[in-house]
Structures are given as structure tokens and as C-alpha cells.
């Protein structure tokens, strides 16, 4: 009867184990892209990319810093208890783009599915934000520069297109935003990324879908 009782116990664990080694499986599979995040002083973050959120500016981040396009470029702008903010083309410092536009991914902007919030750690997509009332004609104006935010900001929810998040690392993001700034938020001590590496687990996300930008407007 022990015997019995035994056997059936160990069938039970059995399953159990089964299921659970199904279940990693099943989520190993589901992986999101993690970006490594490499500052000038040596400190690093990952940040979990959000394609199921948005697709478009995922391809897009993950084109532009496995092909290098991020190395070097500085941390432009620090605002303590809001963002800091990089990614700006390093042929075109004086200009708000790298020569395209992508459409931005938030709900104002018709694209509902991407709900994600400015949670501490978010990482979004900068763009140009316009004068009070021609908001809207800016709202497909991100292109490579891209923000992380220092504490929740709500108020920015729905305006542009949240696309990742620091999982690890956040106390360096931190500790850059204390760094003394000038008039205009640029940092006075240089600080610049060295490299952004995105590990898609082996999936393709191919490439984004970006908008041109007439030769007049550049």
C-alpha cells in the first residue's frame, strides 16, 4: 500500500517537473530583445524592447545600434527627476534627425495598442514636440534620438511611443542624471554611449518602415 502510494506521489512530481520544464520552454520561446547599454564610464543596462507594443520603433532601435549607429554619440541632455535623452546622428549633431522620420507608435497618434506608461526606467522615442496647437503635425517626427525617464511621468503617456524598459542598471541612469548641466541641460563633463547591442534570441524583426523627409525641411 506504501508502495503504492509512493509510486503515485512520484508520478505526480513527474508531471509537475514536465509541465514546468514545457512551461520555460514556451516562454524561452516568447523571449523579448534585451539592448545592452554600454556608457563612456564603463556602467551598463539592459533594456527589454517591447515589438509586441511597438513593432515599427523596435526594428527601428534595433537597426540603427546593431549597426553601430549609436557608438559615440553623447547624452545631450539631462534633466534631474525627468530624462536623460541621447541618440543624436552623429553627421547631423545640429539636427533633430538622421535623415528619416518613423511614425509614432502611441495612442494619440491612432496607434492604441501600444499602452505602455512612463514608469520609472521607461524608454521612449524623442521627437519634435511643436507649438500649442500644431502638436499633431509633429507627432511622426521620432527618428534616433530616444529618452529614459528618472521618475513617473504620467502626463506624457499617449504623446510618444514608449518602446522599452531598464531592467537592470537603472542606479547608473541615475546617478548620470545628477551630473552638473549647463544653461541648455548638456551635460558639462562629457558622457556618451559606447555601444548599444540588441539580442533578439535569434528572431529576425527586419527592417523598420521609415518616412522621408522632403529636402526643404532638412
Not at 131 to 144: C, F, I, M, Q, V
Amino acid at each position: 500500500m506504501k508502495t503504492k502510494k509512493v509510486r503515485h506521489i512520484s508520478i505526480i512530481l513527474l508531471l509537475a517537473v514536465i509541465l514546468t520544464m514545457t512551461s520555460a520552454c514556451v516562454t524561452l520561446g516568447e523571449r523579448k530583445p534585451i539592448a545592452t547599454l554600454v556608457f563612456s564610464n564603463g556602467k551598463e543596462i539592459k533594456i527589454r524592447l517591447y515589438p509586441d507594443k511597438a513593432p515599427n520603433t523596435v526594428k527601428n532601435f534595433i537597426d540603427l545600434a546593431n549597426s553601430g549607429f549609436y557608438d559615440g554619440t553623447p547624452v545631450h541632455r539631462i534633466e534631474e527627476y525627468f530624462v536623460i535623452q541621447m541618440g543624436k546622428s552623429a553627421e547631423n549633431p545640429d539636427k533633430n534627425h538622421a535623415g528619416f522620420y518613423i511614425e509614432g507608435e502611441f495612442p494619440n497618434n491612432n496607434f492604441s495598442k501600444n499602452d505602455l506608461s512612463h514608469e520609472v526606467g521607461a524608454v521612449a522615442m524623442a521627437r519634435t514636440v511643436g507649438e500649442p496647437g500644431n502638436e499633431k503635425n509633429y507627432y511622426n517626427s521620432a527618428s534616433t534620438q530616444f529618452y529614459i525617464t528618472l521618475t513617473y511621468k504620467p502626463n506624457l503617456d499617449g504623446d510618444y511611443a514608449i518602446f522599452g524598459k531598464v531592467i537592470r542598471g537603472m542606479e547608473h541612469v541615475q546617478k548620470i542624471s545628477k551630473m552638473d548641466v549647463d544653461e541648455n541641460k548638456v551635460p558639462r563633463d562629457e558622457i556618451y554611449v559606447q555601444s548599444i547591442r540588441v539580442e533578439t534570441f535569434g528572431k529576425d524583426y527586419g527592417k523598420p518602415k521609415r518616412l522621408e523627409i522632403p529636402d526643404e525641411t532638412e
